[in-house]
């Protein structure tokens, strides 16, 4: 957990993933008994099986309907394409391979409304039939007495703010769509998160102020196999009467192998199922002012890389951040390992390469050794936290 100790974690019913004939996207209910609204300063999602689990979206609710929905399906949960089936649910946040936990910036928090249930939409792929997963959400919240509510919306969507539409690729084509939508009130943006299935290839967004300044947000090669929110190094402010502006590009021919009929290219059109085709832009967001372009959200630099040479890793670990000395000798390594750290009541991890943890040991100020002999063999990931459970430093460890 990056959270070490949650004010809030829920869990999912035990669900063993039925026989599937398709990919699977299953909702589940989990009842919070929050009486009063709540500020989320920090969530996480903890997948409860990675080769079963896709992605996780998570969700609240406080009409009830999805517990209705659930009610009336057999079984933990209910089946429910795209979203929970809940006109009015708001959606909390995401979980995609590869990402960590979400820190609202600060003097910003996402309200958790009284009386609201928790929703979590997993998405699980069909080779994951017969697997048994428990995913769980962890909270932390935010003490402060004055926060701004941070919403993540898609005003950028496949059918209103479609200018070019509707979304349907013939076969043996390449169409790009466009949307936009215009802001009523000014707006900070601390992320974005795009969205589309197998047949795009290329995304991007931007936005337009009144002053004809042109401000970027996004521009990718679009991989269905890994999306999520990207948030930026300091929030981005926009003020009324901006203009958000989005475009993707989708190739349903023979020659776009993540086709899922490349051999003989279908109609695809709008719909929730991966085979069908989608164009999201989720943003972050809260109500805007200027200075918010002075906080600093990341400020982590690149490390200088030891002759030039660059990571090549693709397991989704981010590079150490400077300002933190922390050593860990000898790589690669066998019996036993050094850690030094110049900060007092940090503890070290040990990983494998699949998430799980395999060693934790508490560290003294200065140098610390570790007996590593009776872990596997390989490449794991060594990580070093602080007091909070804030990562200091994160890298590969080979045992030989």
């Known amino acids: 957990w990056s959270i070490p100790s949650p004010d809030l974690t829920v869990k999912m019913p035990d669900y063993t993933v039925p026989t599937l004939t398709t990919d699977l996207y299953q909702a589940f209910v989990i009842h919070v008994g929050n009486t009063t609204d709540t500020w989320i300063k920090q969530f996480e999602v903890i997948p409860g099986n990675n080769a079963a689990v896709h992605h996780v979206l998570v969700y609240q609710d406080t009409t009830g309907e999805a517990q209705a929905l659930d009610d009336a399906q057999p079984g933990p949960g209910y089946v429910s394409f795209g979203g929970i089936g809940v006109a009015d649910a708001k959606l909390i946040g995401l979980w995609v391979p590869g990402s960590g936990s979400f820190t609202a910036p600060q003097g910003m928090a996402i309200k958790l409304y009284a009386g609201a249930d928790i929703v979590i ?40 703010t479609m200018t070019d539409g509707p979304l349907v690729i013939p076969p043996n084509s390449i169409q790009t769509f466009h949307n936009h939508y215009q802001l009523a009130f000014p707006t900070t943006v601390v992320g974005i998160g795009p969205h589309a299935h197998l047949l795009c290839k290329h995304m991007r967004s931007y936005a337009v102020t009144p002053a004809q300044d042109t401000i970027p947000f996004v521009d990718l090669q679009w991989d269905f196999h890994w999306q999520g929110m990207y948030e930026f190094r300091h929030p981005i402010y926009l003020p009324t009467g901006t203009w958000l502006y989005g475009e993707a590009t989708y190739d349903n021919t023979a020659a776009n192998e993540d086709n899922p009929n490349h051999l003989n290219p279908q109609w695809v059109t709008l719909g929730e199922s991966t085979t069908d085709e989608m164009m999201l832009f989720f943003f972050a967001y809260t109500y805007g002012f200027p200075s918010d372009e002075n906080m600093v959200i990341d400020d982590s630099p690149h490390q200088t890389h030891y002759l030039g ?32 750290s110049d900060r007092t009541g940090a503890r070290s991890l040990l990983f494998d390469t699949q998430g799980r943890e395999l060693l934790r040991s508490d560290l003294l100020q200065g140098d610390n050794s570790i007996n590593v002999i009776d872990l596997p063999r390989g490449v794991l990931i060594a990580e070093v936290r602080d007091g909070q459970g804030r990562v200091l430093h994160r890298s590969p460890l080979l045992l030989q």
């Not at 693709?314 to 850690?339: K, Y």
């Open 121 to 160: 939409q997993v998405h699980y792929p069909e080779t994951s039939e017969g697997l048994l997963d428990s995913t769980r959400v962890n909270f932390q919240y935010d003490p402060s007495t004055f926060v701004r509510e941070l919403g993540i919306t898609a005003p950028l969507e496949h059918t209103i």
């Open 309 to 340: 040479c660059t990571t090549d890793f693709n397991i989704g670990m981010p590079e150490t951040t400077l300002g933190e000395v922390v050593r860990i000798t000898p790589v690669p390594a066998h019996d036993v390992i050094t850690v030094h």
